[in-house]
């Protein structure tokens, strides 16, 4: 099974209008982080936020969000008033501390964001 | 600045060549990890350490080696190149013991096998 699941290959959004990337996940262990990460046309891997399985608020920063829903299994990244810029490649990630703090990458989301 | 290392960016082989992709960090990572990205598939790991003289295969081992035999130094060799490593590879380091630290991430090489 798959530890990490993003449905939406690619998502289309109109600039300054919100958009969320889907994410589930698989585990069954109690202490688990969250990550997502957003990889640009230039190629590089950059970390956007970290949400922990103990934190009972969602992770905040700046117009990135992580709605996490623990029972659901899911941490969507909410990426608020888009932008040009965001326009990208976009992972969600998880570290299990079960399997000795692996990581598990999903396939990814490709966001366009429309002018 | 403090990161991940990764030599070279572009790379050109010819089908039975060798070659080692070098990545080097200078954070104290315990954990080290290569990845190969090719379209639609994301990230999958090719090997990975959580020190030095400790490695272990991950998904899509065939065909690379790794040693680690100090902490810095993470190389990815690969041991007679085949179209089928036609592929962007990533090296990426992290603390072994903190399951809220993320990875930190090479800028990448990008390899043509032909």
């Known amino acids: 099974a798959q530890k990490i699941t993003q449905t939406q290959p690619g998502m289309f959004v109109q600039e300054k209008e919100a958009v969320t990337l889907d994410c589930t996940y698989d585990?069954?262990?109690?202490?688990?982080?969250l990550f997502w990460y957003k990889q640009p046309s230039s190629g590089e891997m950059i970390f956007l936020i970290y949400q922990g399985s103990y934190d009972q608020q969602n992770a905040t920063e700046g117009r990135y969000s992580l709605n996490f829903q623990k029972a659901r299994k899911s941490a969507n990244l909410v990426i608020s008033a888009s932008q040009l810029g965001d326009s990208a490649m976009y992972f969600c990630a998880m570290r299990e501390v079960l399997t000795g703090n692996q990581f598990y990458f999903g396939t990814g989301t490709s966001l366009t964001v429309i002018p | 600045n403090a990161g991940v290392t990764q030599t070279p960016k572009f790379q050109v082989l010819k089908t039975g060549q060798s070659m080692t992709l070098q990545c080097a960090q200078d954070m104290n990572h315990e954990y080290m990890s290569w990845y190969r990205q090719d379209p639609g598939m994301g990230l999958r790991l090719i090997h990975y350490s959580v020190g030095a003289g400790i490695t272990d295969q991950g998904e899509v081992p065939n065909g690379y080696n790794v040693s680690r035999s100090t902490t810095e130094d993470f190389p990815l060799r690969l041991l007679s190149a085949a179209p089928s490593q036609t592929s962007v590879y990533f090296c990426?380091?992290?603390?072994?013991?903190?399951?809220?630290?993320?990875?930190?991430f090479g800028s990448g090489t990008r390899l043509t096998v032909v």
């Open positions: 585990t069954s262990d109690p202490s688990y982080g």
């Open positions: 990426a380091s992290s603390y072994w013991d903190r399951g809220d630290y993320g990875y930190t």
